[in-house]
């Protein structure tokens, strides 16, 4: 019998099915991904494994060619893919053998020796391993689609070792006459690039060159492969000699070790299969009380129980060593997950353990891996130390099997690493490498320069460098990300400094300056350096808060009770949290100091705040013997918000939705808060982060810590200001206040959080002034109102120093400066999105400043509010619905015959269609969908012809031929009621976003109390500098220019004239300039929006359908676009509303009407940006819109041909491919909840 030579079946060979080569690029590009294989197997479907010896290999043939003679030529079609839980795979089809079925069981029936698998067989081709079956599905969902047809061949497959890769040693072939026979397969090992070299036009990537080195001030990196034969008799770790791998695992059995000794046993079942065939020996040593030697099926018949003693490990472990010869290399990896408990003298055990590493004659690696928060980790790390060369230390943290991930990484690392030494001129370093298999070896090596003194290069020259008993030429290459990355791996960090450092270190990497080939390997290892940097961003901050709360006794420590514990969207966020907690808390105990050296309340204060008669509305102490009886609480009232979790980064995103009534103590206040976090969990008490801007999510009506006088639930509160006393204590405690007040983390503050205080009092003052259009209704007003708002404005007043000073910094915003109002008014450039976040924080610092408004203020406050709002109204639409009423500022109704060339439109209105020309386009529309009689569609067939894009003229466009003609530039004075009507429709479209000011600056924001001239003025620059990055680019090349400046002269005296020279010439420069240089390209845009406003202005559904057929008959191109930014700003056209809005914003989303197809063959708008969707909901209404959802259904994905012929898969339109088309009914983008709509209208209201 075959297996009579060898008792079991082998992992270092098998028996597959290869894909023709030819097949290897599109299948490598999915493998090189995510399968940890693709350097090891070629692409393959495993039919037997494992299988035979290679030395077995001629028996094999003649068994396989006589079972598979009647096979024939094997073509398989990849297709489909799929899953075994977090391995993902392609789906080998074949029409001959289905399931490859009839090829597996002959192969199985000739090696009827082999140990067969319990499961059924299911031919698959391996494309990547995953974490969690979630992810694997991920990336299955987001895979490109794949068709191949290829034939494939019968190979032998075998290795050297587990870690070499595999050689096709045979392949099976037919001949003419459908006769098999075994042809020779390749002797080199497989590589990956015989597969992906296709990928890059046959070129190996443009990086470094293969051997080189790399040098900066404080390291040096050399990196270079080298043939394992150079470490024959000198390096007894490496297998070419013939000595085996030996790793001992030292594993705590400790009764503490409990339900997670289950993740030691996952992990040894992983390395005893990985090790089987190969020269990598695994032994152990289980230690609790006393320890022994053990093999694999010992740790897994094993249970945790008893203490913990290194003393017996040690023991244990001198033994192990003692066993094998001088020289022999060792690898050791220690495990524990607490303190030593057992050992009467670990001093004298350790000490031991020490003299006999250093004197044993053996080469030692001791690796440490600490388990739980509980363990030793300076031991540890002291233990690494220990053998002749410096081992890993590695934490896990008893989270989603950190510990048998930690294991296995030790295990692999083992497998591969190779221990020498290098040498560089004098100097001799010990250094690790890894081998690559097929007698290769491979070092990557980062040394400070320090270590090579006088050896080390120049950095211009070659470098040699001997290793082993070999020599190489290191190349000098220019530092690279890569180099970068390497330097920030090996810091060493032990204090937040180091910390910081390296974080600078590695922010500075930027992955765009590395060749494209290599980008992705730099942004991964990137990704893999800051993980390793928010460890310990995690480990400082729990560290730091640890500390707080055994300090007690503090407002930082009393409120970390209450610490909501996030899971961000965003890592960042997590890493931006911790480095404010480990910074912040640095300074409590100053806090405390500061606090304690304050002098109590005098008589007179105390008199005054008696007769203010001020009490706790839970407590009922009384601001009097709040300041009298404590040092540290204070008053506060109550409000209600909804914090999305981008206040982590831009407080001012924080949304006050409610001011309550009554005031608190704020110990009464935080009790209350802890009971409510207790009872009902934190996210129903205090609603914790309620999704992001982009992704808002509401808060529940439900939601509060409790109820005040006036019955409605609060979830934060901010301090008051009463007195100057008690407002001193206020001041020495507003970090944690407002770290807790933004970010729920009384040691997550940033001094942003002090100027979004001021946006808050700018809601506040908003609120009581009312909002809303035509509504008297306020929530927040009277007495109460009054006082609260005075009281909260003396607050931010008082705490205007620090925010000066944090503005002098340069931390908000990006660069120093001082009073933020004097930056906002002096320039366009204090007013960008980057130095004013939210226009609130100006209303509340204009507010608190207490100074008289002028008509300054008031000017450039609306000019930025307007260009906030049509920067919302307009992003992400086409900027030619701005261009024309710029132009129609600029130039009057003379604009259209510029933009022509002629006088296109003559007496033709935009906002109004002639008549007859809608009947025209209404008659082509029931052409179109078979209505008209025989004899009128027989003429419409003469008129217009058949084929696409054919039908009525759309009327009033200009001629493609037209000449350029320069255009006049006109004063308010020479067209004042146009000017005037031409501004009053444009602020209509975003009335409803400049209400929420309105009231508070007696309609200014409506363009009250300015003058024709002045508000032509302030629109032009709104509109023209729509967009962040616009106004950017603007401010940087000094192309704003401030209006109010402009107006008037030296003298305070306004000069209409002359703004309208500097602003409008400007502008009127730069238009004429871009017509003459693409006036074909402008008559091209203008003609679309033309054609879009016609569309929008037809009278009837008829001529709506017509001119949709006609024009846009796609969701695509100038047209289509031009049409929904008119709808999205509200479907006004000149100044008059579009008729029968709701039922076209209807066909432009479901693509029908009444169930006719008018847009996309009758297809709905699967994927519509959210935010046009916003927009359209808010033109037509919640109610309407809901209504409009329910009927949207079709298809999304791959289409077919229109003809619905079935493809050689069967698959068309009527039948898809599941895989490739998903089928949906109503929005593909998330419903947009009633409740939301207050969020989205005090989002854009500061836009």
Not at 226 to 241: L, M, N, R
Not at 382 to 388: I, L, Y
Not at 526 to 535: E, V, W, Y
Not at 820 to 834: H, I, V
């Amino acid at each position: 019998p075959l297996l009579a030579m060898d008792a079991d079946a082998v992992k270092t060979s098998a028996l597959a099915l290869v894909p023709d080569e030819s097949a290897w690029p599109a299948i490598q590009a999915l493998r090189s991904a995510h399968d940890k294989q693709v350097k090891i197997w070629p692409p393959h479907i495993n039919i037997l494994y494992p299988f035979v010896l290679e030395k077995a290999f001629d028996v094999a043939r003649q068994r396989l060619i006589e079972a598979l003679r009647d096979v024939g030529l094997i073509r398989l079609r990849f297709a489909r893919k799929s899953n075994f839980g977090a391995v993902a795979f392609l789906v080998p089809e074949s029409d001959e053998d289905p399931n490859l079925a009839r090829l597996h069981a002959a192969c199985s029936d000739a090696f009827g020796e082999l140990p067969h698998p319990c499961h059924a067989f299911q031919p698959h081709l391996t494309i990547g391993q995953f974490d969690s079956e979630s992810a694997c599905k991920a990336f299955l969902d987001t895979c490109p689609p794949l068709q191949l047809e290829v034939s494939a061949q019968v190979c032998l497959l075998a290795r050297d070792t587990m870690k070499h890769p595999f050689r096709i040693v045979s392949r099976l072939v037919f001949d003419e006459l459908n006769r098999c026979s075994f042809a020779p397969g390749d002797s080199r090992p497989y590589t990956p690039a015989s597969g992906t070299e296709a990928l890059v036009g046959g070129r190996m990537s443009p990086g470094p060159a293969c051997d080189y080195y790399q040098i900066s001030r404080s390291h040096i990196r050399f990196f270079f492969k080298v043939s394992t034969e150079a470490f024959k008799g000198t390096d007894p770790g490496v297998s070419s000699d013939g000595a085996p791998r030996r790793t001992l695992f030292v594993v705590d059995k400790s009764g503490s070790m409990g339900c997670h000794y289950e993740e030691v046993k996952a992990a040894v079942r992983y390395m005893t299969g990985a090790a089987e065939g190969t020269d990598h020996v695994l032994e152990f040593i289980l230690y609790g009380s006393s320890a022994i030697c053990a093999h694999a099926c010992d740790v897994l018949s094993s249970s945790p129980s008893g203490g913990t003693s290194f003393g017996a490990a040690f023991r244990a472990i001198t033994e192990y060593i003692a066993r094998y010869p001088m020289g022999t290399i060792l690898t050791v990896v220690f495990m524990t997950d607490g303190h030593d408990t057992r050992t009467q003298n670990l001093p004298a055990e350790k000490h031991a353990f020490v003299d006999f590493l250093k004197t044993c004659g053996r080469q030692t690696t001791i690796h440490a891996i600490g388990f739980t928060p509980l363990h030793n980790r300076g031991a540890l790390e002291e233990m690494c130390k220990m053998g002749s060369s410096e081992g890993m230390y590695r934490y896990a943290d008893g989270r989603d099997s950190g510990l048998e991930a930690r294991f296995a990484e030790m295990f692999d690392f083992a497998d591969v690493n190779i221990k020498t030494s290098l040498r560089i001129g004098g100097t001799e370093l010990p250094c690790s490498g890894q081998d690559c298999g097929g007698g290769e070896a491979r070092f990557d090596l980062l040394l400070p320069r320090a270590f090579l003194a006088d050896d080390s290069p120049c950095g211009v020259e070659v470098c040699r460098v001997s290793i082993g008993s070999g020599e190489v030429t290191l190349k000098a290459v220019a530092p690279d990300p890569m180099f970068s990355i390497r330097c920030v791996d090996e810091m060493e960090i032990s204090t937040q400094s180091d910390l910081d450092s390296a974080q600078r270190a590695l922010a500075e990497v930027l992955p765009q300056k590395a060749p494209k080939i290599l980008r992705q390997e730099v942004i991964d290892a990137k990704g893999l350096a800051q993980a390793r940097l928010d460890k310990y961003h995690q480990l400082f901050a729990q560290g730091a808060r640890s500390a707080l709360a055994a300090t007690g006794g503090n407002l930082a420590a009393e409120l970390s009770s209450l610490r909501h514990e996030a899971t961000f969207s965003k890592a960042r966020r997590a890493r931006a949290m911790a480095q404010r907690a480990t910074t912040n808390a640095s300074s409590v105990a100053l806090m405390d100091q500061l606090l304690q050296a304050l002098p109590p309340p005098s008589e007179e204060e105390l008199a005054d705040l008696k007769a203010k008669e001020l009490s706790c509305t839970l407590s009922g102490d009384t601001a009097v013997e709040v300041l009298r009886d404590t040092k540290r609480d204070f008053m506060v009232f109550a409000l209600r918000v909804r914090r999305p979790e981008d206040v982590i980064d831009a407080p001012t995103m924080l949304e006050l939705q409610q001011v309550l009534s009554g005031i608190y103590s704020n110990e009464a206040f935080r009790m209350g808060a802890e009971y409510a976090v207790r009872s009902a969990g934190p996210e129903q008490a205090h609603g914790g982060f309620a999704g992001t801007a982009k992704q808002p999510a509401a808060l529940g009506n439900e939601v509060g810590l409790f109820r005040g006088p006036d019955g409605q639930q609060m979830n934060a509160c901010l301090p008051l200001y009463i007195s100057a006393e008690h407002f001193a204590r206020v001041r020495v405690q507003i970090k944690p206040i407002l770290g807790y007040f933004f970010t729920l983390d009384p040691l997550g503050y940033k001094g942003d959080q002090t100027i979004a205080l001021y946006g808050i009092l700018g809601s506040m003052l908003c609120f009581r002034a009312g909002m809303g259009l035509g509504s008297d209704k306020k929530d927040f007003c009277g007495a109460w109102a009054d006082w609260v708002i005075e009281d909260f404005t003396k607050l931010c007043a008082g705490i205007r120093p620090v925010a000066l000073e944090y503005l002098e910094k340069g931390s908000f915003g990006g660069a120093p400066r001082g009073d933020l109002l004097d930056d906002f008014m002096r320039s366009p450039a204090g007013r960008t999105k980057e130095r004013v976040t939210s226009l609130s924080v100006v209303i509340g610092w204009a507010a608190s400043v207490g100074s008289e408004l002028s008509k300054q203020f008031y000017m450039v406050f609306v000019e930025e509010l307007w260009r906030r709002n049509f920067t919302c109204l307009y992003k992400g639409q086409p900027r030619e619905p701005i261009v024309e009423v710029l132009e129609r500022l600029l130039y009057g109704a003379s604009a259209d015959d510029g933009a022509s060339g002629k006088d296109a439109l003559e007496a033709d209105d935009p906002a109004r269609n002639r008549a007859a020309k809608d009947r025209e386009f209404a008659q082509w529309a029931c052409y179109l969908r078979g209505e008209c009689p025989k004899k009128m569609a027989d003429e419409m067939r003469k008129r217009y012809g058949s084929g696409p894009r054919v039908g009525p003229e759309v009327e009033g466009l200009a001629s493609a031929d037209a000449a350029y003609s320069p255009r006049t530039l006109l004063l308010y004075e020479d067209a004042p009621e146009y000017f005037d009507k031409i501004v009053e429709a444009e602020l209509e479209k975003i009335c409803h976003h400049n209400a929420f000011t309105a009231a508070l600056y007696e309609g200014r924001p409506f363009g009250e109390g300015f003058m024709g001239s002045e508000k032509r003025l302030m629109l032009i620059q709104a509109l023209q500098f729509v967009g962040n990055d616009v106004v950017n680019e603007a401010v940087e090349k000094h192309r704003y220019l401030d209006t109010f400046s402009c107006l008037t002269s030296s003298n305070g005296q306004e000069h209409d004239r002359t703004a309208e020279s500097c602003i409008c010439g400007q502008l009127h420069e730069r238009f004429e300039q871009h017509r003459k240089e693409r006036f074909s390209a402008c008559v091209e845009q203008r003609n679309a929006l033309r054609t879009a406003q016609r569309i929008l202005a037809s009278s009837s559904l008829d001529a709506f359908f017509g001119r949709c057929a006609v024009s846009c008959p796609t969701r695509g191109g100038s047209v289509f676009e031009c049409l929904v930014a008119l709808l999205c700003a509200g479907g006004i056209v000149n100044g008059s509303p579009a008729p029968l809005l709701l039922e076209k914003v209807q066909a432009v989303l479901t693509g029908k009407l009444d169930g006719v197809p008018v847009i996309a063959e009758g297809s709905s708008w699967a994927c519509c940006p959210r935010e046009t969707a916003r927009r359209l909901q808010e033109v037509v209404g919640e109610e309407a819109f809901a209504k409009i959802e329910l009927l949207m259904n079709g298809t999304w994905g791959h289409v077919y041909r229109e003809s619905d012929i079935p493809n050689r898969h069967g698959h068309c339109n009527s039948n898809p491919n599941e895989q490739l088309v998903v089928s949906f009914q109503a929005s593909a983008w998330p419903q947009l909840e009633a409740d939301l709509l207050p969020f989205y209208r005090l989002m854009n209201r500061f836009m």
